[in-house]
């Protein structure tokens, strides 16, 4: 068994596909409609297209009000993992991705950094 499909909660699925392909260079794998007001919107890291998916899910009703208290706490929605945490902070912030947390070492182990996805959430970007 393993992981396949990972979902964070957006508040605008336009704008969430713009970020995450032109920003942190995923690809798109599905972008359908999916009832009357949002989509079956999911990226892939290009590196391993046959790889677990992140569907960019249009936040609304309770969804809206977890994605905000996740964010109010100041806690990440989801991580994504590299090989050059240092790299790619320097690489996001030059396209004018904005972190709350530069690349930090951790006591549990590996060197994080958080940045602000401009869709309502933190992502956390893991070295181990």
């Not at 979902?7 to 969430?16: G, K, M």
């Not at 994605?67 to 320097?90: F, K």
């Not at 182990?109 to 959430?121: I, R």
Request: aromatic share 8%; glycine share 8%; charged share 25%.
């Amino acid at each position: 068994m393993r992981i396949k499909l990972a979902e964070i909660y957006v508040d605008d699925q336009d704008r969430a596909r713009a970020f995450y392909t032109e920003k942190l260079g995923f690809v798109v794998a599905m972008d359908a409609s999916y009832g009357e007001n949002s989509r079956w919107l999911t990226v892939v890291s290009p590196e391993d297209p046959e790889g677990t998916r992140l569907m960019l899910a249009k936040a609304d009703g309770a969804s809206r009000t977890f994605q905000q208290a996740v964010r109010a706490a100041g806690n990440p929605a989801t991580a994504l993992t590299t090989d050059d945490c240092e790299r790619d902070y320097r690489r996001l912030s030059e396209l004018g991705v904005e972190f709350t947390l530069p690349p930090t070492k951790m006591p549990y182990g590996g060197t994080d950094a958080v940045f602000d996805d401009t869709c309502g959430n933190l992502i956390c970007l893991h070295q181990d």
